[in-house]
């Protein structure tokens, strides 16, 4: 055996010391050395970015899960359903929320229908009747409203839309409503082209009317009711379900409920328990049905014979000059512009941009071209799935996948491997109207973006309104906080790079489960809260109050094709 001097075995002492300094010292400095060139380099940036746009508060953070669309499912009874409404947002923005969307009432509750706002007895004036109008000047309109007897209105709440129209030019232009809260409204309209340009407005609602729809909103989420089916052990059980705990859903509490919570947004559905079957045993989802709770005074109030009724006093018709006018420069479309009123016009069915300079896409290959390399993901009802049927229509190239999913709720993928474009629509997770789905299909939009790097390759597009018409606000408020964390964490781990557009509500809902107010409140509340981040959210509203295609949730394909116009110049404005 080898042995070692004095020397050898001091030199070997000083070589182990050396060694380790190195394994302690040396060594980590230099890990910590790389990651702080590799991964604090962005950190800058990503300041810049949080600056900027900042987070909405400390509880935003979001939780973490393995499997964000893994729900879990406990069984409660009614003393468990405190906080499951909780909004996720701070008082303030609560209370600014509130303000925003705040509609004055009638002075009393309406007893009989004859005190409620009548169109045949409205009139309207112009306040300068003698002025030359020319294109580029604005018009004022003045609405005096009266009830079914003639007795002037002496407080607001009624709800107009108005619009100025040509039908030969197949042109028109969304008019802006100012309620004064004491019987009188004005209206400012643009004008915009030269010819005729003829006044039309809307009574969509009266006061009394929207009255009853806030209060049926608010008091009774249940009117829509949907369906869960449990199956297993060879037994099926069909229940009620939704999104709050109301009585009508868990009747007298006792073995009241199955409350699946999702891990990620803390998002809940409700079901009453089956009798044999365990919670864990929810595999389906359906609609059920409509179980609006109304009098008749309130039938009568939003009755078709009152609802979205034309104003016969106020069909005036301007004659509107040709001015030169200075071209003003629109910039180029990008996220974080505002919505003007009006936002553009049709002409010759065109929707003209009044936000940015928009494109127009007449051939296939421009679309391809548009979207090459992409992959844009959109989320939302039915008015989304629009879109994608609309692009799948027009895009020979790109070709649907077909996964046996339902066809109301998806979820879709359409493919072009020459452009190399992959486009996804799905359903925006529960509540959702539409036939038996299941419901592992069903994925809220916060999960879907949580799952998604981001990045300049990938456009985000979705829209979230339809579907809560019958909810509480504060069901509504509570996911798009989720949603407003989820992009936030988007565009922070992409710096910036990733395209979000929100689409917003559309006009077509006329009674109590859908009304444009009603559509128009949640609206408000979606544009407010994403308004200061670096999105897109693409005005939809005024193209549909002020096209002439008949009135209808799903709109015209006119229209339709303007809206994917817009998207696409905000999709590729450099092209």
């Not at 906080?481 to 964490?489: E, G, L, N, W």
Request: hydrophobic share 35%; aromatic share 10%; charged share 20%.
């Amino acid at each position: 055996m080898l042995g070692c001097s004095g020397r050898n075995r001091q030199d070997m002492l000083t070589i182990l010391k050396m060694g380790k300094k190195f394994f302690v010292v040396i060594l980590p400095l230099s890990i910590i050395c790389f990651l702080i060139h590799f991964l604090v380099k962005p950190i800058p940036q990503m300041f810049n970015f949080l600056e900027k746009y900042p987070p909405f508060g400390a509880s935003e953070d979001f939780p973490y899960s393995k499997n964000v669309y893994l729900w879990t499912s406990t069984t409660s009874n009614l003393s468990s359903a405190n906080g499951i409404n909780d909004t996720f947002i701070d008082p303030d923005e609560w209370l600014a929320l509130m303000t925003e969307i705040k509609w004055p009432h009638p002075a009393q509750i309406p007893t009989t229908a004859d005190v409620a706002t009548d169109p045949a007895q409205c009139s309207c004036t112009v306040t300068n009747p003698d002025a030359t109008h020319r294109v580029g000047d604005y018009v004022t309109v003045e609405v005096f409203t009266r009830d079914a007897k003639g007795r002037p209105k002496t407080y607001g709440g009624d709800f107009f839309q108005a619009k100025l129209y040509n039908t030969e030019l197949k042109a028109s232009t969304f008019g802006q409503v100012t309620d004064h809260r004491n019987g009188t409204y004005t209206i400012q309209l643009a004008l915009l082209w030269p010819g005729t340009a003829t006044v039309s407005v809307r009574l969509i609602h009266s006061s009394e009317a929207v009255h009853v729809l806030a209060r049926q909103r608010d008091q009774d989420p249940d009117k829509v009711y949907f369906l869960g089916y449990f199956r297993g052990k060879g037994l099926q059980e069909t229940v009620h379900c939704n999104a709050q705990k109301s009585a009508r859903l868990i009747g007298d509490g006792n073995n009241c409920c199955c409350i699946f919570s999702d891990p990620l947004t803390e998002e809940t559905w409700i079901c009453r328990k089956p009798t044999k079957l365990p919670c864990s045993a929810w595999i389906e989802h359906s609609f059920g049905g409509y179980q609006a709770r109304l009098s008749g005074l309130e039938s009568s109030l939003l009755s078709r014979t009152s609802t979205d009724i034309t104003l016969p006093g106020c069909n005036i018709v301007l004659n509107v000059q040709q001015q030169t006018l200075k071209t003003s420069h629109k910039g180029k479309c990008s996220p974080g512009l505002d919505t003007p009123v009006p936002a553009g016009f049709f002409l010759q069915d065109k929707w003209m941009s009044l936000v940015c300079e928009t494109r127009s896409f007449p051939s296939a290959e421009q679309v391809s071209a548009c979207m090459k390399d992409k992959h844009v993901l959109m989320m939302g009802d039915s008015t989304l799935r629009q879109w994608f049927e609309y692009l799948l229509q027009i895009v020979p190239t790109l070709k649907k996948l077909n996964f046996f999913t339902s066809q109301k709720s998806g979820p879709f993928e359409a493919v072009d491997v020459t452009s190399n474009i992959l486009l996804e629509w799905r359903a925006h997770g529960l509540p959702l109207r539409t036939d038996k789905t299941p419901r592992a299909d069903l994925h809220y939009i916060a999960s879907e973006l949580e799952r998604l790097p981001g990045g300049e390759h990938t456009v985000v597009v979705f829209t979230i309104w339809a579907h809560f018409t019958t909810h509480p606000l504060s069901t509504y408020i509570r996911r798009l906080s989720s949603i407003r964390r989820a992009v936030v964490s988007l565009l922070q781990r992409s710096l910036g790079r990733t395209l979000v557009v929100i689409k917003s509500a559309n006009t077509g809902y006329k009674d109590v489960y859908g009304s444009d107010w009603l559509s128009w409140q949640l609206d408000c509340v979606l544009r407010a809260m994403f308004r200061n981040l670096p999105v897109v959210i693409l005005d939809v509203w005024q193209m549909t109050s002020c096209h002439y295609a008949p009135d209808n949730i799903h709109p015209s394909s006119v229209v339709v094709r303007n809206e994917v116009e817009l998207f696409l110049s905000f999709v590729c404005p450099n092209h």
